[in-house]
């Protein structure tokens, strides 16, 4: 047993790594706006090096933390392999970690009240606009300058970044082509999103795609039961404006709840988004 043991011993200690994967680098940036330094992820498809003359669209992924990162990345490098038929192009990956989730993702400056309950105290809320103009002016420039992007940008948020993706949609639709909404926070603010649509400008007029998952929230109670009636409501108020160029989909998923479903909302939204007509 001790020579074997030791045989066992020498194997483990040469089986090391030659090539060690690398998923992403991690960078700071100044922000003025924010009046801090943000850190951002960024992921490059496997053919970036190898393809020194091809632009790449790009996805950016609010709450992005390393964890999601990682499942962003590895859905997306996937889903566009041969092995999966190439369902969705290679893209970019833009990780944008939080320093202030509630000040930056959500857009008016209140608690999370349902029925005039408190359902959850928010400290600093209602920083969203000022976040955009981080985006917008700051971080997207950058990535454009720095990387080989096209014109395609996603934008991907859950719960209170599902919020702020539809806030932008509403407000500034023009700054990214895609959008893909996981169970947004659709009860923020008694039915935002819902409110400020009515209040929007026409948005048929805009290139966009549009794709909203929706899970099953009936076990928190009828904030849970609101936030799906007021989702549907808004992917109807929006489908209602679809065309040729502005085009909305959802997803409801009826065996996931709110903090099971965004993996999942992931991998079809980017395929609905992107899977090309056979």
Excluded: C
Aim: hydrophobic share 40%; net charge negative.
């Amino acid at each position: 047993m001790g020579d074997e043991a030791s045989k066992i011993n020498k194997s483990v200690n040469a089986f090391v790594a030659q090539d060690p994967v690398s998923l992403a680098q991690w960078y700071h940036l100044d922000s003025n706006i924010l009046d801090e330094t943000r850190e951002i992820g960024v992921y490059l498809p496997p053919s970036y090096k190898e393809q020194p003359d091809k632009d790449y669209p790009v996805i950016y992924l609010l709450d992005g933390d390393k964890t999601n990162l990682l499942g962003m990345s590895a859905i997306v490098e996937s889903l566009s392999t041969d092995a999966l038929e190439k369902q969705v192009p290679e893209f970019i990956v833009i990780a944008i970690p939080n320093t202030h989730r509630a000040r930056d993702l959500t857009p008016t400056a209140t608690d999370l009240i349902f029925k005039g309950k408190v359902l959850a105290k928010i400290e600093g809320s209602g920083g969203a606009d000022i976040f955009l103009n981080f985006l917008e002016t700051e971080l997207l420039p950058k990535i454009d300058y720095t990387f080989r992007t096209t014109e395609t940008k996603v934008l991907v948020g859950m719960s209170f970044g599902g919020l702020f993706a539809g806030h932008v949609l509403l407000h500034r639709p023009k700054l990214f082509s895609h959008y893909l909404l996981a169970d947004a926070t659709y009860v923020w603010d008694d039915n935002y999103l819902n409110r400020m649509l009515h209040k929007s400008k026409n948005l048929s007029s805009h290139k966009v795609k549009v794709f909203m998952a929706l899970a099953n929230n009936d076990h928190i109670g009828a904030h849970g039961v609101a936030n799906l009636a007021w989702g549907n409501e808004f992917f109807d108020n929006l489908q209602s404006q679809s065309n040729d160029t502005f085009n909305v989909s959802k997803r409801y998923f009826p065996n996931e709840r709110h903090g099971t479903v965004m993996m999942l909302a992931w991998y079809h939204g980017l395929i609905a988004l992107f899977k090309k007509s056979p």
